[in-house]
């Protein structure tokens, strides 16, 4: 049984053919890829695959609401998808471009961990945007 198979048992969700498609294009993802449902449908057309945009939306809805993949909602209405894992990472975005860079940094996990700390709070979740250009030949989206 392949890994997308068992990940959508895993997660209560029938397998079937959009969704297997679309977990392999997000399994498939480079490290940093984030992707809006309109970048899947892309992807899919291009293979020839013959999903439809809304049936995009709905797969990708369902893997959040299993748990499957983090939706990440940065301003001006920019939504990007990326596989749910175990590893603290934050994001820096383009606010020329969009482009979305993933960044990990273990003194500034420990260094929140320890600000949490000292509220009498330990962190269950947490989500770290950073806003910027990408560089100055960022061209605009």
């Known amino acids: ?4 198979n068992t990940e959508l048992r895993k997660a209560g969700l029938k397998v ?5 498609k679309i977990y392999q294009i997000l399994e498939k993802a480079g490290e940093g890829d984030h992707w809006s449902a309109e970048d899947i449908y ?7 695959e013959d999903v439809g945009l809304a049936t995009v939306y709905r797969v990708l809805t369902q893997f959040e609401a299993a748990g499957l ?13 990326e596989l749910a894992d175990d590893q603290k990472h934050d994001h820096i975005v383009c606010v020329k471009c969009g482009k979305v860079k993933e960044f990990a940094d273990t003194e500034l996990n420990l260094r ?8 009498g709070f330990t ?4 989500t770290l945007y950073l806003y910027g250009v990408c560089n100055e030949d960022c061209e605009e989206a």
Do not use: Y
Request: hydrophobic share 40%.
């Open 1 to 4: 049984m392949s890994s997308e």
């Open 112 to 119: 929140l961990e320890s600000i949490a700390k000292d509220m």
């Open 42 to 48: 892309k992807i899919l057309m291009e293979s020839g």
């Open 69 to 81: 993949v983090i939706r990440h909602h940065f301003e001006g209405g920019h939504s990007v998808f």
């Open 123 to 126: 962190i269950s979740d947490r």
């Open 16 to 20: 079937t053919l959009p969704r297997v």
